[in-house]
C-alpha cells in the first residue's frame, strides 16, 4: 500500500477526533436521505446533507476528543488499547444515558436532551473504537505508517459501513409499516444538471460550516492565550470555557443587531406604495377612502392591496347570479398608531365609518406578520353573504411571519381590544339588527386568532371567545407554537369543554354548515409541524409508525439534529403556490376557503354557485397577479428610461407615461 504523505495534512487526517467527526458525518448524511413531509430539490438536499454533515463532524470529534482528554493524564495521548478501552466505556455510558431518558423523551426536553447526548457519545465511542481497531490492523499488525490512506479512507470506509445499515434499516421499516403515499419521493428531481448542482452546494456547505468552525477554534485558543497572558497562568479548562462563551456572545450580539437591522429594512420596504395600486380607492366601504379617517400610508403593502381588491355589488351578482350590496373592508393600519389602544381606536372608528355595522356578518380576520389576509378567503365570504359582511383586518407588523413571532403578544391583545369594541358597539343596536361576528385566520393569524382564547389566569380556554361576542372561527394552517392548539390537542376537554372546536384536513365537499370553531389542518402541513425542540426531541407526529397521521412516512425515524434540518426544508417547500392553481399540499390552503366558510360559519349557496365561486377565486387571483407583474415591469422600465435620458440631459417624453399609468 502507498501510503501519502502532505504535511500538516497528514497530521489533521491522522487525529482520532477527526477519523470519528468523518465517520459520524457519513452515519449524518445518510439519514438525512429519508422522506421528509414534502419532497425536495437536489439543491436543497445538498444543503441539508452537508449541514447535518458538518454539525454530526464537530459534535463528534468534540465527543471522542473529550473521552481522551477524560481518560488520559494531562499531556499524554492515549494509545491503541487505551483508545478501544475509551470506546467501550463511552459506550456504555452513551447507551446508559439514552436507556434511563428515552421513556420521557416525547414529554421532557431535558429528557430528551440527555437521551440525544448518550446516543452522539455512544456514536463517537463506535468511530473512536473502530479507529483504534484500524490503528491496530494498519500499524501495529501490518506495520504500515500513518497517512491518509492508512487513517482517513479506513474512517470513510467506517461510514460507509454505517451509512449500508442505516439504508437497510430504512427499507425494513418501511417493508414493515408499509410506505405511505410512494409517489412522494425524497427528491423532486434528479435530472443529471441538478445532481452536479447539489454535488456542487453540497460539498460548498459542509466546507463552509467546517471551516467557520474552524475559525471559531482558531479565535477561541487565541482568547485563551491571551487570558493565561493577563493572568500570567495557565487558565485550564475554565479559560477554556471563557473564550468560547465571549466568542457565543460576540456571535449572538451581532445575530441580534443583525435580526433587528434586518426587521427594519424589510419593514421599510413593505411600505413602498407598489406600481398597481397608486391611489387610496374611491369606495366609501372600505379603509382609506372617502369615508374613511385611516390614511392609506399606514396600511402597508398588504393593506392597501386589500382595500383595493375589494369585490363590488356587480362583482357578486355576477359570480352568484343574486342581487347584493357592496362588502365592507377595513384595515386598522399598523403605522396609524404606534399605540396598541389608540390603533384598536381608530379601527373600531373605521367600522364605524365605513358603516360596518349596516351588515348582517362581521368577520375580524387576524393577519399573518405582513399585515395579509388571503384575499381568496376575503372574497368567498363575500361572495357567500352576497356583499353583506364586513371584514376587518387588524394589523400588528409589516413583516414577514418568522420576524413577527414575538409580536403575537400586541396581536392578541389588539385583537382582543377590537372584538371587545365591537361587542359594546353591537349592544346598542337592536336586537334584529345586531350582525355575528365571527374570526378567521390563517398561519400566523390562526395563532393570534385562537390565542386570544385564555381564561383569567392565561391558561387557553375557548368558551373566552363566547365571552368576546365571537361566534365562530376558521383557523387554517394553525402553526405549531399555538398555545390553544398545543392544550386542546392533549387535553381537548380542559380546553373545549363543550366540543365546539373540530380538527379536520380538509372541509367536508358537498360542506355541512354548523355554526362552529373550525380548524383545517393539512396531513403534511410542515408549519403545524414544526418545533425548534425537533433538535433533540422526537414531535408527536414521529411517534410509533402506525400510529402517524396519513402522509407521515412510516419508515422514517426521528434523528436529533437530522429530522430538524429536514423539518426547516419542508417549512420552505410547504409554502410554495402559484396564482390561479389551487391544490391541497403542504400549507397551502386556498383550495379550502370556500368550503371551510360554508362549514364553519353556516353560510349556503347552490352546487352552481360554489363552482362559480371557485372559478372566479382561481381567476381574480390570478388576474391581480398578473396586474402586479405587469406593473412592477413597466414601473422598472420607465425608471430605466427616466434615468438613461436624465443622464443626456433630457426630459421624459410624455408618451412614455407615468408609472401610475401601467396599472389602469
Known amino acids: 500500500m502507498v501510503s501519502i504523505r502532505p504535511g500538516w495534512l497528514t497530521r489533521w487526517a491522522s487525529d482520532a477526533p477527526v477519523r470519528v467527526g468523518v465517520s459520524a458525518a457519513a452515519w449524518a448524511v445518510s439519514d438525512s436521505l429519508a422522506r421528509g413531509l414534502l419532497p425536495r430539490t437536489a439543491a436543497q438536499q445538498a444543503i441539508a446533507s452537508g449541514v447535518t454533515a458538518a454539525a454530526h463532524y464537530e459534535l463528534a470529534a468534540t465527543a471522542w476528543a473529550t473521552l481522551q482528554a477524560a481518560g488520559t493524564r494531562p499531556g499524554g495521548r492515549p494509545g491503541v488499547r487505551a483508545n478501544l478501552t475509551l470506546a467501550g466505556v463511552g459506550l456504555a455510558a452513551g447507551g446508559a444515558m439514552w436507556a434511563a431518558a428515552r421513556p420521557a423523551v416525547e414529554r421532557s426536553l431535558p429528557a430528551a436532551t440527555t437521551a440525544a447526548a448518550g446516543r452522539l457519545v455512544a456514536y463517537a465511542a463506535i468511530g473512536g473504537g473502530a479507529a483504534a481497531l484500524w490503528d491496530h490492523v494498519l500499524h501495529e499488525r501490518i506495520g504500515l505508517r500513518p497517512g491518509l490512506d492508512t487513517t482517513l479512507l479506513p474512517a470513510v470506509a467506517t461510514g460507509g459501513a454505517i451509512v449500508a445499515i442505516s439504508s437497510v434499516a430504512r427499507r425494513e421499516r418501511g417493508a414493515r409499516y408499509g410506505r405511505i403515499a410512494p409517489e412522494r419521493r425524497t427528491l423532486s428531481d434528479v435530472s443529471p444538471a441538478g445532481v452536479a448542482k447539489a454535488t456542487a452546494i453540497g460539498a460548498a456547505t459542509a466546507i463552509g460550516l467546517a471551516g467557520a468552525a474552524a475559525v471559531e477554534q482558531l479565535a477561541a485558543r487565541g ?21 468560547h462563551a465571549a466568542i457565543l456572545g460576540t456571535v449572538a450580539v451581532a445575530g441580534g443587531a443583525g435580526l433587528s437591522e434586518l426587521t427594519r429594512r424589510i419593514q421599510r420596504r413593505d411600505d413602498v406604495v407598489e406600481p398597481a395600486y397608486p391611489e387610496p380607492p374611491t369606495s366609501v366601504h372600505v379603509s382609506a377612502g372617502p369615508a374613511s379617517a385611516m390614511p392609506f400610508d399606514s396600511l402597508g403593502k398588504e393593506g392597501r392591496r386589500f382595500v383595493l381588491m375589494a369585490l363590488t355589488a356587480g362583482d357578486i351578482e355576477a359570480v352568484m347570479g343574486e342581487p347584493a350590496i357592496d362588502p365592507v373592508r377595513v384595515v386598522g393600519g399598523f403605522e396609524s398608531a404606534s399605540d396598541v389602544d389608540e390603533r384598536a381606536r381608530l379601527t373600531l372608528a373605521d367600522l364605524e365609518a365605513c358603516g360596518a355595522y349596516e351588515r348582517s356578518l362581521i368577520c375580524v380576520g387576524s393577519p399573518t406578520g405582513v399585515g395579509y389576509l388571503n384575499y381568496s378567503l376575503a372574497e368567498a365570504l ?18 414577514p411571519s418568522a420576524l413577527a413571532l414575538t409580536r403575537t403578544t400586541e396581536a392578541e ?3 382582543r381590544l377590537v372584538l371587545a369594541g365591537i361587542r359594546r358597539r353591537i349592544a346598542t343596536l337592536p336586537a334584529d339588527r345586531r350582525p355575528r361576528v365571527v374570526i378567521v385566520g390563517e398561519s400566523l393569524g390562526a395563532n393570534v386568532a385562537l390565542d386570544i382564547a385564555v381564561d383569567p389566569d392565561g391558561r387557553p380556554y375557548l368558551p373566552t371567545l363566547d ?39 380538509q372541509p367536508a365537499d358537498p360542506p355541512e354548515p ?17 418545533s425548534f425542540a425537533m433538535v433533540v426531541q422526537p414531535p408527536w407526529w414521529l411517534g410509533p409508525p402506525e400510529d402517524r397521521p396519513p402522509l407521515v ?14 423539518a426547516t426544508v419542508d417549512l420552505l417547500n410547504g409554502m ?4 390561479g392553481t389551487f391544490v391541497r399540499r403542504g400549507h397551502d390552503y386556498r383550495i379550502d376557503l370556500r368550503l371551510g366558510l360554508q362549514q364553519a360559519f353556516g353560510l349556503r349557496c347552490t352546487p352552481e354557485q360554489g363552482e362559480a365561486i371557485e372559478v372566479a377565486l382561481r381567476a381574480r387571483e390570478q388576474e391581480w397577479a398578473t396586474r402586479r407583474l405587469v406593473a412592477r415591469t413597466m414601473d422598472a422600465a420607465r425608471r430605466r428610461i427616466a434615468a438613461q435620458l436624465a443622464a443626456w440631459g433630457q426630459q421624459v417624453p410624455a408618451y412614455i407615461g407615468r408609472s401610475e399609468a401601467v396599472a389602469e
Open 514 to 530: 354548523v355554526a362552529t370553531h373550525l380548524m383545517v389542518v393539512h396531513h403534511d402541513d410542515p408549519v403545524n409541524k414544526y
Open 553 to 566: 412516512p412510516r419508515e422514517t425515524a426521528f434523528r436529533p439534529i437530522t429530522s430538524f434540518v429536514l
Open 576 to 579: 410554495q403556490s402559484r396564482p
Open 223 to 243: 482568547l485563551e492565550r491571551m487570558l493565561g497572558r493577563l493572568l500570567r497562568t495557565d487558565p485550564g479548562a475554565l479559560g477554556t470555557l471563557a473564550a
Open 413 to 415: 391583545r389588539l385583537t
Open 467 to 505: 365571552e368576546l361576542g365571537v361566534d365562530a372561527g376558521l383557523y387554517l394552517g394553525v402553526p405549531f407554537r399555538t398555545r390553544l392548539w398545543n392544550s386542546w390537542r392533549t387535553d381537548p376537554a380542559a380546553v373545549d369543554p363543550d366540543g365546539r372546536l373540530t380538527l379536520l384536513s
Open 382 to 399: 363575500e361572495y357567500l353573504t352576497r356583499g353583506d359582511c364586513a371584514i376587518v383586518v387588524p394589523q400588528y407588523a409589516l413583516v
